[in-house]
């Protein structure tokens, strides 16, 4: 089992930028890929970034290539995301989300744990 925990949403403006965190419990973490994922209202859940879980490996949508990076910290069992230059179309409840293999790609249905969300919302 795994918990899950984000953190750092809030309200800014266009082009400033944010840091989200993601805490996760349990001794095995360094063997799961971690994901970032949001939701904006009336929208379906989209991919935003992963990370392998040795760290190595990091994957972005086309949408924040560029604007945003994923890190994590394995022996602090923490993912973070970067946002910078953010856009109003950033607002959404962003979710970070574990599994054992790497997503890169669509909604999340495959992957094992998630967080709750945290809110972010850019104003323009």
Not at 72 to 81: E, G, P, Q
Not at 89 to 100: L, M, N
Request: aromatic share 12%; with cysteine; proline share 2%.
């Amino acid at each position: 089992q795994m918990h899950l925990v984000e953190s750092g949403g809030g309200l800014v403006q266009a082009g400033a930028s944010l840091r989200l965190s993601c805490a996760a419990s349990g001794r095995t973490f360094s063997m799961y890929a971690v994901g970032w994922f949001r939701q904006a209202p009336g929208k379906e859940r989209e991919f935003v970034a992963s990370i392998r879980g040795s760290g190595f490996g990091r994957y972005y949508a086309d949408s924040v290539k560029g604007r945003f990076t994923i890190s994590r910290d394995n022996a602090k069992n923490m993912v973070f995301l970067q946002m910078n230059s953010t856009k109003p179309e950033d607002t959404a409840v962003y979710y970070c989300a574990a599994s054992t293999g790497i997503p890169t790609t669509g909604d999340g249905n495959g992957m094992d744990y998630w967080g709750k969300g945290t809110l972010v919302t850019v104003s323009s």
